[in-house]
């Protein structure tokens, strides 16, 4: 009996025993699958990525391998969201989890550091955050790993140098495709990457023609390794869109540019959607699309605002977490070593020269304000010296010399008066005062200005107004109903319409843009 009740303890045991190792087999089997999908979702739905990712955060809170890399996953997502703020906080959060000896993890992690710095152009910090990499990658067990990090490394350098010296990033990029020939035979996805960059040195070294090979080698190679990489797809189509721009192809370019603008939709990348709309408006300016051109110069001014504003965010959350990061490692270091003090004089310098590369995005931002402004200003003197090429056609009525040049001197003296601000202001009321018919001041008005009577005088008070708006700071805080009203408009909107078809954009824009200006005025002075 004794035996019996031993034997079946032993079996239930054994049989416990089993469930646990199949249940925790299934588990893992299960977090393998979420990861993989994770990763398939990082460049076609970073949103769905990022939610995976979440859950599998928040069931292995205490392994810090799975913390690091699932960190690494979602600063990828961001990047492709063009989010990079949430990119670099996540980035840091993963350097901090990653174990000492994962170097996998450590070098990708790295390699990632580096591109982001240079995508917000701290130059400044990619020396001090890249002398370990290679130290990182050398030490990666997988010879496939180790190469395709060093490969991304590398490429990486070819669009910092591109902007310094073309012809040494044409030399840097066909080193790299003689060094690292076994990684663009084997990786797909590094291949592409590298006719993306390839494509973007022949563009701006002028081989057109070669860059859109490059460009179509990249969307082909997406389509046939089964990725559905909509990021690169976006950066493809882009290229190839410009590069149909600058070979006069301006309806290829607009085609494919609003097939680019489609997957950037998709990711919500504001970045990517910044320079498509920026290309659609060139594209459409060289093709003569008036209309079209200010329609997306504005949506690219809009969206080039909100870009500056998450990079500067992304840059400040930068330097805070890098002052962090060295913090703790300057303490760390005071307690194992006194030399180490020197540590906290380098840490010093690379604070003071990201505060440096701060300020002097800062500058030039508000030198590009600035010039924005200038470029939207309209002054008298300016209205009065345009004079537009004459019309081909036919004229419609003769007027005599004498008295086509005696209206022409008092339009110009009723230009500086304040007359055209009156509400009953009409082509009769001014010909009854300059003593002449309609017929005569239209066809002045016309063959003079290029503009119809109404146009013309539209123009004067949207300049006067204008004018206010420069030289009196009290006129910024009105409302635009007032404004209307002052320049001799009898609505809110149609003032609004008429200001946005002369200036380009809506009167609200304009007096934000003049208040920004002056805000940065006062705060250097």
């Known amino acids: 009996m004794k035996l019996c009740f031993k034997r079946l303890y032993t079996i239930t045991f054994a049989l416990g025993l089993l469930w646990s190792v199949i249940g925790a087999t299934a588990l893992y089997a299960q977090q393998d699958d979420l990861q993989l ?5 990082v460049y076609s739905n970073p949103e769905e990525a990022i939610k995976i990712a979440e859950v599998i955060i928040k069931g292995h809170e205490d392994e810090d391998g799975i913390q690091a890399e699932m960190g690494l996953l979602l600063a990828k997502c961001y990047w492709v969201k063009g989010d990079y703020k949430q990119a670099a906080e996540w980035l840091f959060k993963a350097s901090e989890q990653v174990p000492e000896q994962d170097f996998s993890n450590r070098a990708a992690i790295g390699v990632f550091k580096i591109k982001l710095l240079r995508e917000l152009q701290l130059n400044g910090a990619v020396a001090t955050y890249g002398k370990d990499i290679p130290n990182w990658i050398n030490r990666v067990s997988s010879k496939t790993t180790r190469d395709s990090l060093q490969f991304r490394l590398e490429l990486d350098k070819v669009a910092t140098t591109l902007k310094e010296d073309k012809a040494k990033a044409v030399v840097l990029l066909n080193q790299i495709a003689q060094d690292y020939q076994t990684v663009l035979n084997t990786s797909s996805e590094d291949k592409i990457a590298y006719h993306l960059v390839r494509s973007q040195v022949l563009k701006v070294t002028a081989n057109y023609s070669e860059a859109f090979l490059e460009a179509k080698r990249a969307l082909d190679l997406i389509d046939t390794s089964g990725s559905n990489n909509l990021f690169n797809k976006a950066m493809a189509f882009e290229a190839m869109g410009s590069l149909y721009h600058l070979q006069g192809a301006y309806a290829k370019s607009e085609e494919t540019l609003f097939i ?26 060289s093709w003569g699309q008036n209309s079209q051109h200010k329609v997306y110069n504005y949506e690219f001014l809009l969206l080039n605002k909100e870009v500056e504003n998450k990079e500067r965010d992304a840059v400040n959350a930068l330097y805070n977490l890098i002052g962090k990061e060295n913090q703790a490692a300057i303490l760390a270091a005071q307690e194992r070593y006194t030399e180490y003090i020197y540590m906290a004089v380098g840490v010093f310098l690379l604070v003071v020269g990201i505060g440096v590369l701060v300020l002097l995005r800062s500058f030039y931002k508000r030198r590009r304000l600035g010039e924005i402004i200038r470029y939207l200003e309209i002054n008298r003197t300016n209205l009065a010296k345009i004079k537009p090429a004459k019309r081909k056609t036919a004229k419609k009525l003769v007027i005599p010399e004498e008295t086509e040049k ?5 339009l110009k003296k009723f230009q500086n008066t304040r007359k055209f601000l009156s509400k009953d202001m009409s082509i009769a009321v001014l ?3 300059f003593e002449t018919n309609t017929k005569y001041l239209s066809e002045i008005i016309n063959k003079h200005y290029n503009d119809n009577f109404n146009t013309f005088i539209n123009k004067l008070r949207i300049n006067y107004i204008i004018e206010k708006l420069k030289d009196d700071p009290n006129y910024i805080n009105y409302k635009i109903s007032v404004l209307a009203d002052e320049c001799g408009f009898s609505s809110h909107s149609s003032f609004a319409t008429v200001f946005k078809s002369i200036v380009g954009m809506p009167p609200a824009t304009y007096i934000n843009l003049l208040r920004e200006e002056r805000s940065e005025e006062l705060s250097n002075s």
């Open 37 to 41: 999908k994770a990763n398939e979702l």
């Open 406 to 410: 005696a209206l022409l001197s008092k």
């Open 431 to 433: 010909a009854g005062q």
């Open 260 to 285: 680019a603008q489609k997957f950037a939709e998709v990711l919500d990348n504001s970045s990517v959607l910044k320079d498509i709309s920026k290309e659609l408006a060139l594209n459409y300016l």
